[in-house]
T-cell receptor, first 113, second 118 residues
Framework: GQSLEQPSEVTAVEGAIVQINCTYQ??????LSWYQQHDGGAPTFLSY????GLEETGRFSSFLSRSDSYGYLLLQELQMKDSASYFC??????????????FGKGTSLLVTP | GAVVSQHPSRVICKSGTSVKIECRSL??????MFWYRQFPKQSLMLMAT?????????EQGVEKDKFLINHASLTLSTLTVTSAHPEDSSFYIC??????????????FGAGTRLSVL
């Protein structure tokens, strides 16, 4: 089966750094993605790791260790607008073109003044 | 950037009626689209993979006769919830990938449809 674990809630102060961890167990693995979703809105892509290491995109960075089945999303210089839910997702092999995503339960991040 | 449009954004219907939700890729052709369901404060659950010109692939536990998917063109997939009941009330979201840019498996999501069945 497939399972992804991430903390349900995280609170941090504006300007701080926060790390959201994700561990996964899957029978097939092609990469780990991170998506942001504001309340009632569409998920938007943040970052993707197919290989071990760190990927940096502006204030957001994502890390993957395939041997540990572990990854994290790092958010720096937190802003109030970063308050949202963050989902890690595993890319799964699909018999059709394109890879389906299996999402974790999401981490609700609250940024306080 | 890639834009996916989903319509309607919200629908309220009576129990027993059918509801059709449209998902369109506006500036790219999508051979594959995905349909998800999301309950409040919970994760996105993949319901099915929609492929242009062929039958959709449904995830385990998803009734294909209940949730009809049609992908008649490279820019449009529809999800029809047939004979809707209150337990079908949920947030339905579609997504699409750009076939020529699959290296990061980025999925572009529609804004979602909030279905309320009375």
């Amino acid at each position: 089966g497939q399972s992804l674990e991430q903390p349900s809630e995280v609170t941090a102060v504006e300007g701080a750094i926060v790390q959201i961890n994700c561990t996964y167990q899957t029978s097939g693995f092609y990469g780990l993605s991170w998506y942001q979703q504001h309340d009632g809105g569409a998920p938007t892509f943040l970052s993707y790791n197919a290989l071990d290491g760190l990927e940096e995109t502006g204030r957001f960075s994502s890390f993957l260790s395939r041997s540990d089945s572990y990854g994290y999303l790092l958010l720096q210089e937190l802003q109030m607008k970063d308050s949202a839910s963050y989902f890690c997702a595993v890319s799964l092999s699909n018999s059709n073109s394109g890879y389906a995503l299996n999402f974790g339960k999401g981490t609700s991040l609250l940024v306080t003044p | 950037g890639a834009v996916v449009s989903q319509h309607p954004s919200r629908v309220i219907c009576k129990s027993g009626t059918s509801v059709k939700i449209e998902c369109r890729s506006l500036d790219f052709q999508a051979t594959t689209m995905f349909w998800y369901r999301q309950f409040p404060k919970q994760s996105l659950m993949l319901m099915a993979t929609s492929n242009e010109g062929s039958k959709a692939t449904y995830e385990q536990g998803v009734e294909k006769d209940k949730f009809l998917i049609n992908h008649a063109s490279l820019t449009l997939s529809t999800l029809t919830v047939t004979s809707a009941h209150p337990e079908d009330s949920s947030f339905y979201i579609c997504s699409a990938t750009i076939p020529t840019d699959s290296s990061k498996n980025i999925q572009y999501f529609g804004a979602g449809t909030r279905l309320s069945v009375l």
